[in-house]
Every structure is written in structure tokens, then in C-alpha cells.
T-cell receptor, first 113, second 111 residues
Framework: KAGVTQTPRYLIKTRGQQVTLSCSPISGHRSVSWYQQTPGQGLQFLFEYFSETQRNKGNFPGRFSGRQFSNSRSEMNVSTLELGDSALYLC????????????FGPGTRLTVL | AQRVTQPEKLLSVFKGAPVELKCNYSYSGSPELFWYVQYSRQRLQLLLRHISRESIKGFTADLNKGETSFHLKKPFAQEEDSAMYYCALRERGGATNKLIFGTGTLLAVQP
């Protein structure tokens, strides 16, 4: 069965622009979580979606937003990009309950110039 | 505050030597603890979780609530164990999959 896919894999943007990242979960998975990974801060939770509803949100500014579609695919958007937004953005999916393992995607490497 | 601490950024051992990757946590509720591993050029993947109480690839980890620790151990390291290891926690029984990660420890197993 296909794993979690993320597009694009690499992205270069300039300060002030906005960006949209996409995550396709494993078929049947309804929970999608997003994480930001940086050398300085490590892996930090951004938000989680379940059945098109945001179930939890991390401590990130409002420039970071997301959504989930009826087919469980998820997108995250970052507006007014800053240099500090340069990071690897990881998506993870799982079946509904906590008992189920989360599977991570390969990530999208965002570079802000 | 909820926090996971991995004090070592790098742990270098020789093949066949015992390995212990340290993880301490601070959490007010009832946590569930995990170890994730990322091999070179591969995705982050679950290694083991404390509620399963199983050994994966020879690794074990025991939750010590008194010391708030969840150290990862393996009696004899192999070169293929070289990877980045992350300790993480999640609220147990909650309605969320949110994980709080430590900063990771790079394990380098020398031949």
C-alpha cells in the first residue's frame, strides 16, 4: 500500500510570498498531522486534522494555516514568508484512533530567501 | 510544561558494545512514550512504543514513571543501527495524535 506522499518535495520562495504544501495520507487514514523540523528547534507540532476538522494546533503564528478535504488529503499554507520559516515540513497520517501508528511522509523542504 | 529531553546530540559506540539512548520527559498528565528512528535518506518511522512492551530490532525501552525516563537500550550495537533517534510523547487517552519530540540523538556505530 502506498505511503504518505507530500508535494512538492522542494520549494524555494522569497520573503513575503506565500506557499501551499500538500499531503496525501495512506488510503483509509483520516488523521493528518503536520510538523516543522529545523536544526535549531527540532520537530515541532503544527496542527492535526481529523475528518476535515482541526483537532489540535501548535504554538505557531496565524500565518500558518491548514485544511483537510473530504478525501483526507491535507494542505498547509504559510503566508508572508519569513527567513525563519525555512524548514522541512513533515506530514503524518494514521487511522482514527490513538492505538494506531502514525506514518510519516518524506517531507517538503522549504527554503525562504 | 510538556517537554522531552534527549541530553546527547551524538552517541558513538563500537559494534558489539551496549547502547543506551537517554530520554527524560516532563508531563503533567498520563503520557504515552515512543521512540522514532530516521535512517539515512529514509522517512521518520516508529521504532517502539511503551504500551507495546516489545523488543524491536533488539531495542527495548522501559517507562520509569518515578524518574520520568524512557531510555532506549540495546545490548549489542550493529552498524545498521546508525541513525537519528527521537523520543516522543503523546497524551494518553486523549483525542489527539499530537506528538512532542525531543531534539534527537545521532547514534553512530563504528566497525
Amino acid at each position: 500500500k502506498a505511503g504518505v506522499t507530500q508535494t512538492p518535495r522542494y520549494l524555494i520562495k522569497t520573503r513575503g510570498q506565500q506557499v501551499t504544501l500538500s499531503c496525501s495520507p495512506i488510503s483509509g487514514h483520516r488523521s493528518v498531522s503536520w510538523y516543522q523540523q529545523t536544526p535549531g528547534q527540532g520537530l515541532q507540532f503544527l496542527f492535526e486534522y481529523f475528518s476535515e476538522t482541526q483537532r489540535n494546533k501548535g504554538n505557531f503564528p496565524g500565518r500558518f494555516s491548514g485544511r483537510q478535504f473530504s478525501n483526507s488529503r491535507s494542505e498547509m499554507n504559510v503566508s508572508t514568508l519569513e527567513l525563519g520559516d525555512s524548514a522541512l515540513y513533515l506530514c503524518a497520517s494514521s487511522l482514527a484512533g490513538q492505538i494506531n501508528e502514525q506514518f510519516f511522509g518524506p517531507g517538503t523542504r522549504l527554503t525562504v530567501l | 510544561a510538556q517537554r522531552v529531553t534527549q541530553p546527547e546530540k551524538l552517541l558513538s559506540v563500537f559494534k558489539g558494545a551496549p547502547v543506551e539512548l537517554k530520554c527524560n520527559y516532563s508531563y503533567s498528565g498520563s503520557p504515552e512514550l515512543f521512540w522514532y528512528v530516521q535512517y539515512s535518506r529514509q522517512r521518520l518511522q516508529l521504532l517502539l512504543r511503551h504500551i507495546s512492551r516489545e523488543s524491536i530490532k533488539g531495542f527495548t525501552a522501559d517507562l520509569n514513571k518515578g524518574e520520568t525516563s524512557f531510555h532506549l537500550k540495546k545490548p549489542f550495537a550493529q552498524e545498521e543501527d546508525s541513525a537519528m533517534y527521537y523520543c516522543a510523547l503523546r497524551e494518553r487517552g486523549g483525542a489527539t495524535n499530537k506528538l512532542i519530540f525531543g531534539t534527537g540523538t545521532l547514534l553512530a556505530v563504528q566497525p
